[in-house]
């Protein structure tokens, strides 16, 4: 079978696999993918699962195919709307083809498709679009039951540092308890943190480990054999200890027989001499000083032979001793080295084992976890089964986009849940994009599923992104053999969409080349013999960045002069702006080395970094001025602040307030100025103010839009800080810890630097940050430079072997497996490079030359080894001829010249600096009737305000209170009535321990203390009322009625096991516009709120939250539950009904009722409203007697369901 | 001024390795100090809860005591076991009228000595120059010895250069007049930086042995410095420290493309550690 050639020919069964190189269109494609979802097969949206790596990514792509439905839902309603049309786009094109191919199924119609268009429109909020994990967890809460999470579901805890480094912490500290594993810690990694960063390493995670069990007889064997090198250590210490000066003046003659090199000479007589000084010394034998062990390595046979001037190794008993020290020595070495490689996987292991434990005591789960939870649950073959029948119905459908990031597990968990017979399963990615190996992304887990994919991979090979020069360019580069360094990962030949095809960069109207090679010039260094010598990398990098700059300002300077211009795919010219310019840097460090290149030569630039604004200088600076603030009358802190860069003022000026009282107060007058404004106004007035003055000077300097924006940043940032604070002493102290623990904040989002300028900049970008994205020029001056890795103790390498991806540790290395190694990390620079270069839309650039360490860099397996029979070399002429190599494989789209010297010029002032930002006009239509509902708001009829509260105790209790509180003959207890006291009971029966109250009909000694805690946290009972003893007492009897009050289910609350019930059940329920008069009619019918006939408002549209008291399972079914604290006249049945019908609490708990209803046929497997729904009790707690029970018709409840889901009309 | 002081590192944690400096540095002294047995000494510094506990605290101790025996054995080298003579008070006038006071330490009988336990940077090395050329200065013509550690904790004793009394007064007029400058403007003088760029500059003088005054020098230690501080965005280097950054805001330190700075600071460096650069470099290759 051929493969699909577009996403009109995929078949929608089975799992599909859609390879989209760079710039192909992929969420074009996506859209269409979904849109035949929901047209051909009649899913919502609520039933296709759309997942894909970033939280950002997900916004782009939810709004991308709500917009595909909203066309469809508008080509629908047009006449004939499968036809062509002349004035169609790309867009429109495709979703015509759609609605024929659709049309062209039985039974089925325009007005039918235009249904299932416009509902999935309007459904697009609900639909589950997110992150892999993100849906991973919503499936563990969604489906608790089955997963184990069904009562309480875990918080999602994003960053896992702090709580992995407390665990390696504890780690650390059991070393404290034995002498060898504290010796094998302090001596390889020095402290926590050290092994903190090896044993953390994201791409540890389901890797098998290259390495035999650590058995007690291997550590056995290893301390004996540690023990015996020790004793032969001291041994042959004792012997050289015994050396005399005849010894030393024998080994001296000796020496300068052997060694007639002076340095080699010279460097063994102070080693000998130093190796004698350790043994008489009182320093420890193991670990010897370097010099010591460098000394006895200097003797060992291999040394001596490698020198080619020695004639005859030293003979003599000294230099044998020198020889089995060193070998001693090594063997000792050896045997730490063994030992660190066992304690750090014992660290692994108890990483594993603890992290999930932490995070269950915390109520937490990370990202990972969640999806090794699933995991484990789907696989437990009784509930696991269930679950996936469950979800297989809920969600029959998936797209995953960006599937080469994906790893091993996640790969697993979609395999169970998706591939099955009615399953839809589309994975869409590119293997040549994978460049997330470093956070534990596995491209080999995306090649296995493309293995497992049902016919042929759909190839998406027509850019839509760069011109035709280019991608003949990107033909050159990478259409060769083995270019990925990876045999199943290949380039298929791209050639531009024709509306895109002349895209290029014009220099003085004629094009230029795609791709334009820069040739380093020799490094002008030489060896002795003349022959030359590689740039070294930080010469290289500096001359490299100087080219970079000195074109972008040619090229923005042409361009203001009419010379440089961008040309579209239609033919249409315009000038090159800065913001078309893209420079593609590999990390932080090169990003600010470029921005300040960039801006001492004038030219404005704008980096997109994952760095935290809080190591800036700024944030250096804004501590300066909050010291000023902690004590107005300091006057050398006050002075500091005025020496801040944001204030500004210089030595002389701030030297005048030493000799000048009325300057000095005029300075105390400022400092005690500024702390009232903070106490009064917050730090961002404050700060807003100073910025705004000290903004023309800041926007003088170079970077000055940099610091402006972190000022502003940081100003937002203290004031959030300041809402949680105590003063401003407080505010400094949080200031100051979040600038020491700046590395770790680089995650976070709120801290993270944002982009400095809205107005037209070079765009500066680390090449995973530029992914996904397109720029007109893009410069890749970095990728000439290579970089070694640094090998680390204890080695650890990640490689796969088998298709399995494996860890190897310390002497697991063998060479095999770190050439192996090396090659996957290679493969992973090719696909970073080939990212690199794929953003371009009209020219890029990139710079080649003999640099050190090039040898490793992505450039130089695609220009001098791969597809080639053998490597290029390495060296000036090597260079040179592999870049010829490549223009001639496309000599139209690829240029070479030398590198750019000149000098570099200054920017002096840009076209379209004038620009006035506006803002945009809204001509959205936003639906006024839409609120948030709760049951208070309903009762009170209100269609408006503020006051949603869904407490429970709370709201609705407050309205009773009112009403019933000055009854006769509890007026002594008024002050216990009302919310107040309502909330502290529901606080206790929240948090109380059930069985302790089993049969009791006082408080138990152990919960009175919760009772006064809950009673004062409600600043009960007020002064010269009642005593707290009694206040306790009235708590106690409310708690004692309601669990043990009798239930008619045949239990009592106290015997009721803490995971069979869940406090404080809180929902949501979407309310689709209902006509309120439907709803009354429909409750009448069933005999409820018979005395009522509306809401004051015509329509409910929106949200339904509440929150229900307590909900809980017994014999299989589930009850609900509420607690009331009014205080009634009698506690008769007769009674209570009253209070039900003046509350209107019938209307309450149908609501609560429907909630119920919803939530279990999501949760529960089998699910059936007679079988699982239990009853209802509301329990009047002042009295035992007060229980009323009720259960709601399932009729009722199912066309609540229908009229709140808009299904109404249907069923009425 | 009062600058706002850097926060630690979590306080609240009990010691789990001593990594930093000052804790290494406390240990080592106290255990130097203590010649031989010093279980007396750790018994303090564990009650003082400075080391790790149980067996990471004997690691941390068994390394303090292998770095106090490398530096011990130095010491002993220079003092033969030898109890230091009693302070001396000393006075100088030098040319142009400035009164020296000051009293002499670690006196031995082969000389001045200074220990230092730890690594040796330009700091420390400043503080023994200017002992040796006092006391010279003062008539007290003996050899001055810095002892310290390398970084890969072994023991080593570097002997200060001994100019005639004539030289080591100009000299210290040269550095008084400095240091009064410094007392005006800001000077651009790094300690560390500049005992680096110092020995840079002897170890290519020593190879090239003809390069006169006046010839273009090699600015790259404060350029790597100043990169450094660049990439590193929380890099505690001299430059970054928060004083010279407020002193010296809005200029590049490192001399890139300021002829006047770069002039400065060689000048201040080669001023202050010329003599004892070239005396390490001969030392220490």
Redesign the interface.
Request: glycine content about 8%; overall charge positive; charged content about 25%.
């Given at each position: 079978m051929s493969a699909p050639r577009n996403a009109l020919d995929l078949p929608l069964s089975g799992v599909r696999v859609v390879e989209a190189s760079a710039g192909t269109g992929k969420t074009f494609a996506i859209a269409t993918l979904y849109l035949r979802l929901v047209l051909e097969q009649a899913l919502t949206p609520e039933q296709i699962v759309v997942a894909t790596f970033t939280r950002a990514a997900t916004a782009e792509l939810s709004s991308r195919l709500r917009e595909r439905l909203r066309l469809a839902s508008q080509l629908l309603v047009q006449p004939d709307p499968a036809m062509p049309r002349d004035d169609d786009n790309g867009d429109t094109t495709v979703t015509r083809a759609v609605i024929a191919q659709a049309l062209s199924l039985e039974g089925v119609d325009a007005a039918v498709l235009q249904h299932r268009a416009r509902d999935a429109e309007r459904a697009m909020d609900t639909a589950m679009i997110g992150t892999l994990h993100g849906f991973c967890n919503r499936v563990s809460s969604e489906f608790g039951f089955e997963t184990g999470h069904a009562l309480t579901p875990p918080e999602l805890l994003d960053d896992l540092r702090t709580l992995q480094n407390e665990i390696v912490?504890d780690f650390?500290?059991a070393?404290?308890?034995?002498?060898d594993?504290?010796?094998v810690?302090?001596?390889t990694w020095?402290?926590?943190r050290a092994l903190s960063r090896q044993a953390t390493d994201p791409r540890w995670r389901g890797r098998e480990i290259t390495l035999d069990e650590t058995t007690p007889e291997t550590m056995q064997m290893l301390r004996e054999q540690r023990g015996a090198a020790l004793a032969w250590l001291d041994a042959l210490r004792n012997s050289i200890a015994g050396w005399n000066d005849a010894t030393m003046r024998e080994a001296d003659t000796e020496l300068a027989a052997c060694f007639p090199n002076k340095s080699a000479r010279a460097s063994r007589v102070r080693g000998l001499r130093?190796v004698r000084?350790w043994a008489i010394?009182?320093?420890?034998s193991w670990p010897p000083?370097?010099?010591v062990d460098k000394a006895a390595e200097s003797f060992s046979p291999d040394a001596v032979r490698a020198l080619s001037t020695c004639p005859r190794p030293p003979q003599g008993p000294a230099f044998q001793a020198m020889i089995d020290l060193g070998k001693t020595f090594a063997d000792l070495h050896t045997l730490d080295a063994a030992a660190s490689v066992h304690v750090l996987r014992d660290e692994r292991a108890f990483l594993e084992r603890e992290l999930p434990a932490r995070l269950r005591g915390l109520g937490k789960i990370g990202h990972d976890q969640a999806v090794d939870e699933l995991a484990r649950a789907l696989d437990d073959t009784k509930r696991g089964a269930r679950a996936i029948d469950a979800i297989r119905k809920r969600w029959p459908a998936a797209l995953v986009d960006e599937f080469q990031d994906t790893d091993p597990a996640q790969w697993r968990i979609l395999q169970k849940l998706f591939v099955h017979d009615a399953g839809t399963l589309v994975l869409v990615g590119d293997p040549k994009q994978a460049i997330y190996g470093f956070r534990g992304g596995d491209v080999h887990a995306y090649l296995a599923a493309r293995a497992c994919a049902d016919g042929e991979p759909m190839r998406l090979e027509i850019s839509q992104r760069a011109g035709a020069v280019v991608d003949d360019a990107i033909n050159a580069l990478f259409s060769r053999e083995n270019a990925f360094a990876e045999s199943a990962i290949a380039h298929p030949d791209v050639r531009a969409a024709p509306r895109i095809a002349r895209r290029a960069l014009l220099l003085d109207g004629r094009s230029a080349p795609g791709l334009q090679l820069w040739r380093l010039p020799p490094s002008g260094k030489t060896k002795k013999d003349g022959a030359g010598l590689p740039w070294n990398k930080?010469d290289a990098q500096r001359i490299l960045e100087k080219a970079c700059v000195t074109r972008i300002v040619e090229l923005l300077a042409a361009a203001h002069a009419g010379g440089a211009q961008l040309r579209d795919g239609d033919g249409a010219l315009r000038p090159l702006v800065a913001g078309d310019l893209a420079v593609l840097v590999n990390d932080?460090?090169q990003a600010?080395?470029m921005q300040?290149a960039l801006s001492e030569a004038g030219v404005p630039a704008a980096s997109c970094l994952r760095?935290s604004v809080y190591?800036?200088?700024e944030a250096?600076d804004l501590?300066?001025l909050l010291?000023a603030l902690r004590d107005p009358t300091?006057a050398?802190?006050a002075?500091?602040a005025q020496?801040?860069?944001l204030i500004g003022k210089d030595?002389r000026q701030?030297a005048i307030s030493l000799c000048d009282t009325a300057a000095l107060d005029t300075l105390l007058d400022q400092t005690a100025n500024w702390a009232d404004q903070v106490e009064r106004h917050g730090p961002l007035a404050w700060l807003h103010g100073l910025i705004a003055q000290a903004a023309p000077r800041l926007l003088a300097?170079p970077g000055g839009e940099r610091r402006v924006a972190n000022y502003l940043q940081l100003a937002e940032l203290l004031q959030q800080q300041a809402d949680a604070c105590f003063g401003i002493d407080d505010l400094c102290d949080v200031h100051?810890?979040a600038?020491?623990d700046?590395?770790a904040n680089a995650e976070g989002d709120a801290a993270r630097l944002r982009l400095e300028t809205d107005a037209q900049a070079v765009q500066i970008a680390t090449v995973h940050a530029a992914k996904g994205l397109e720029y007109g020029v893009v410069l890749l001056p970095y990728a000439a430079l290579g970089k070694q890795i640094k090998k680390r103790k204890p080695a650890l390498t990640w490689y796969h072997e088998d298709n399995r991806a494996r860890v190897a540790i310390g002497e697991g290395v063998t060479e095999t497996i770190a050439a192996r190694a090396d090659d996957e990390l290679l493969a992973e620079e090719v696909r970073k490079f080939y990212v690199g270069v794929t953003r371009t839309c009209a020219a890029c650039v990139l710079p080649w030359g003999w640099v050190n360490q090039g040898l490793h860099s992505a450039a130089h397996w695609l220009l001098h080894t791969a597809g080639r029979a053998a490597p290029l070399a390495f060296d000036d002429a090597g260079c040179a001829q592999a870049l010829e190599d490549l223009r001639l494989r496309a000599p139209q789209a690829i240029a070479i010249e030398a590198l750019p010297a000149g000098p570099a010029g200054r920017l002096t002032r840009l076209r379209g600096d004038d620009h006035v930002l506006r803002a945009r006009r809204f001509d959205g239509r936003i639906e006024r009737d839409w609120w948030t509902w709760s049951f208070s708001r309903l009762v009170r009829g209100e269609s408006r305000g503020s006051n949603s509260d869904p407490r429970p105790g709370a709201g609705d209790e407050m309205a009773i209170a009112d009403a019933d509180s000055p009854t006769a003959n509890i007026q002594n207890l008024s002050t216990l009535a009302g919310s107040r006291f309502g909330s502290a009971v529901h606080a206790a029966l929240e948090r109380a321990d059930f069985s302790l109250w089993h049969g009791v009909t006082t408080a138990p000694e152990t919960q009175r203390d919760l009772l006064e805690r809950s009673l004062r946290a409600q600043g009960l009972p007020r002064a010269a009322t009642v005593s707290l003893e009694r206040a306790i007492e009235i708590a106690g009897d409310c708690v004692s009625n309601a669990l043990n009050a009798p239930l008619s289910c045949g239990t009592r609350l106290c015997e009721i096991a803490p995971e069979r019930r869940r406090a404080e059940l809180e929902f949501h329920l979407r309310l689709a516009p209902t006509r309120v008069g439907d709803l009354f009619a429909l409750m009448h019918a069933h005999g409820y709120q018979r005395g009522r006939n509306g809401v004051g408002a015509e329509r409910l549209n929106g949200l339904l939250t509440g929150v229900i008291d307590l909900v809980f399972e017994h014999a299989d079914r589930y009850h609900l539950v509420d607690y009331k604290t009014n205080l009634l006249p009698a506690y008769d049945t007769e009674s209570l009904r009253a209070a039900i019908d003046v509350h209107d609490y019938d209307l309450q708990y149908l609501l609560y009722t429907l909630a119920l209803h919803r939530w279990l046929q999501r949760a529960l497997h089998g699910y059936d409203y007679e079988t699982h729904i239990g009853e209802v009790y509301y329990l009047f707690v002042r009295d035992p007697r007060g229980i009323l029970r009720d259960r709601p018709a399932r009729e009722l409840i199912e066309a609540m369901d229908a009229l709140f889901d808009a299904r109404g009309e249907a069923r009425a | 001024m009062r600058l706002p002081r850097q926060l630690e590192d979590d306080p609240d944690l009990e010691p789990l390795a001593p990594k930093d400096g000052l804790t290494r540095w406390r240990l080592t002294t106290a255990l130097l100090a203590h010649d031989g047995d010093a279980s007396d000494a750790l018994a303090t510094l564990r009650a003082h809860g400075e080391l790790p506990p149980g067996a990471l605290g004997e690691q941390a101790s068994h390394a303090a005591a292998n770095r106090a025996a490398a530096l011990r054995e130095r010491v002993l080298a220079f003092t033969a076991g030898a109890a230091p003579a009693s302070e001396t008070s000393l006075t100088i006038e030098l040319d142009d009228g400035t009164r020296l006071a000051g009293s002499l330490a670690g006196r031995y009988a082969a000389g001045l000595l200074r220990v230092r336990a730890g690594i040796v940077d330009g700091r420390h090395v400043l503080e023994a120059w200017l002992d040796a050329l006092f006391a010279i200065s003062g008539g007290n013509s003996v050899p001055t010895v810095l002892a310290a550690l390398t970084d890969k904790d072994d023991g080593l004793a570097f002997e200060l250069p001994q100019p005639s009394p004539r030289e080591a007064r100009e000299t210290l007029q040269e550095l008084v007049a400095l240091y009064r400058a410094g007392l005006r403007a800001p000077l651009p003088f790094f300690p560390r930086l500049s005992w680096k760029h110092a020995r840079q500059g002897a170890k290519q003088a020593q190879k090239t042995s003809n390069l006169r005054d006046g010839q273009a020098f090699d600015l790259s230690v404060f350029i790597k410095a100043a990169e450094q501080s660049d990439n590193d965005y929380n890099d505690v280097d001299e430059f970054s420290d928060p004083a010279a950054a407020i002193v010296w805001r809005g200029r590049d330190l490192s001399g890139r493309g300021d002829a006047v700075l770069a002039q400065y600071l060689h000048l201040a460096a080669s001023t202050v550690f010329d003599d004892p650069a070239r005396a390490w470099v001969e030392q220490f290759k």
């Open positions: 912490d650390w500290r070393g404290s308890a034995d002498a594993a504290a010796r810690l302090t001596q020095g402290s926590p130093a000084g010394s009182s320093m420890a000083s370097g010099v930080s932080n460090a600010y080395s300040r760095a190591a800036s200088e250096g501590l300066l010291e300091d050398r802190r002075r500091a020496a801040s860069l030595a701030i300097m100051a810890r600038l020491a700046a590395d | -």
